[in-house]
């Protein structure tokens, strides 16, 4: 009996051994006692959820670098060039919308965050956060951007180019209404600028004016209304009403004598003070005043506002792939680290 069971009990630790077995050789073949552990070894390969965990990060890198930056030339180019000026209701539209894409990215954020939280290790809020992040810091500065490069550039080009073109006007012998659609125009030979007539009005700015006459026109006699003026801002360093010295576009060159419509709406009633005072320091007329920058070539200077949009669009493209290459490397590195 004895004989019996200490049989059986040197049979059960076998048994239990061929039990353990494959677990205790899961991961590759008993070394022998002495001998080299790593013969004959049968590494683990990396799991398929490794592979594809390693594959969506890398996707995610992607997404978040060239998704932003998208976003930002495409809203950025549809604020800056004559989709903007012809259909400015259709821009809000689509500006709207993308704002509107922005917000589902951060409802995404906020859901993979709520299911993180609550034990889900299959969510992992990082990259949806820095998505909707830099998506609506994309979205902000390219509207600011675009409205800004469309209000000082493009619009004025796009302006310029839809009202008329003259050529031979007289400032003496023609008045400021028979060209109130006047975008650019080439006076006759030899006009000039009256320097001893210009003048400045300040309010934070100073806008200078100066008016465009005939040659000899002091000889022949002084236009029954001085309607053409050259403009300019803060560009006459006079301080007093008879010495505002314009210095303005080309007012220094003598083969000059084109005028470029201004076109900022905003500039123009200052520039209309600046020319009732040199009505009443020089008892002179102005009945229907149109204000030009004083130019040699109206063609070339017209085209200088379509190749300065087109200049910052680049610039600014260029600087935001920069910006955000820097942000996703830099986001890639400090989510490296949390999960190590």
């Not at 390219?142 to 000082?152: C, E, L, S």
């Not at 004025?156 to 975008?183: E, H, K, W």
């Not at 030899?190 to 700015?205: R, V």
Request: hydrophobic residues 45%; contains cysteine.
């Amino acid at each position: 009996m004895y004989h019996s069971q200490g049989h059986q009990m040197l049979e059960e630790p076998a048994d239990h051994l061929q039990d353990l077995e494959p677990q205790l050789y899961k991961y590759g073949q008993p070394s022998v006692y002495g001998g080299f552990q790593d013969r004959n070894v049968i590494m683990k390969p990396p799991t398929v959820s490794y592979w594809r965990r390693r594959r969506l990060n890398l996707m995610a890198i992607a997404l978040c670098f060239f998704g932003p930056w998208l976003l930002f030339c495409f809203l950025y180019a549809i604020t800056t060039f004559s989709l903007f000026y012809r259909s400015p209701a259709l821009v809000f539209f689509i500006v709207f919308v993308a704002f509107l894409a922005v917000v589902m990215l951060g409802m995404k954020a906020l859901d993979a965050v709520k299911r993180r939280l609550g034990g889900d290790s299959n969510y992992e809020p990082t990259w949806h956060i820095f998505l909707f992040i830099t998506s609506l810091i994309a979205w902000f500065v390219a509207i600011y951007a675009g409205y800004h490069n469309f209000h000082f550039q493009m619009n004025p080009y796009y302006g310029i180019q839809n009202l008329g073109n003259y050529n031979g006007v007289s400032p003496t012998n023609n008045n400021g209404q028979q060209f109130m659609d006047a975008g650019r125009i080439v006076f006759e030979k030899g006009a000039h600028l009256d320097l001893s007539k210009s003048m400045s009005f300040k309010n934070d700015e100073t806008y200078c004016v100066a008016p465009i006459v005939s040659a000899n026109y002091s000889l022949d006699g002084a236009p029954e209304t001085y309607d053409f003026w050259a403009v300019g801002l803060n560009c006459c360093c006079g301080d007093t009403l008879r010495t505002a010295n314009f210095q303005c576009g080309e007012f220094n060159n003598p083969t000059a004598n084109a005028g470029v419509r201004l076109m900022r709406d905003d500039e123009r009633p200052f520039y209309r003070l600046a020319v009732q005072q040199a009505v009443g320091a020089f008892g002179i007329k102005a009945k229907h005043p149109l204000f030009f920058h004083w130019v040699q070539n109206a063609v070339a200077s017209t085209e200088s506002y379509r190749w300065e949009g087109h200049r910052r669009y680049l610039i600014g493209v260029y600087l935001y792939f920069l910006f955000q290459l820097v942000l996703t490397v830099l986001a890639a590195a400090c989510f490296t680290r949390m999960e190590q």
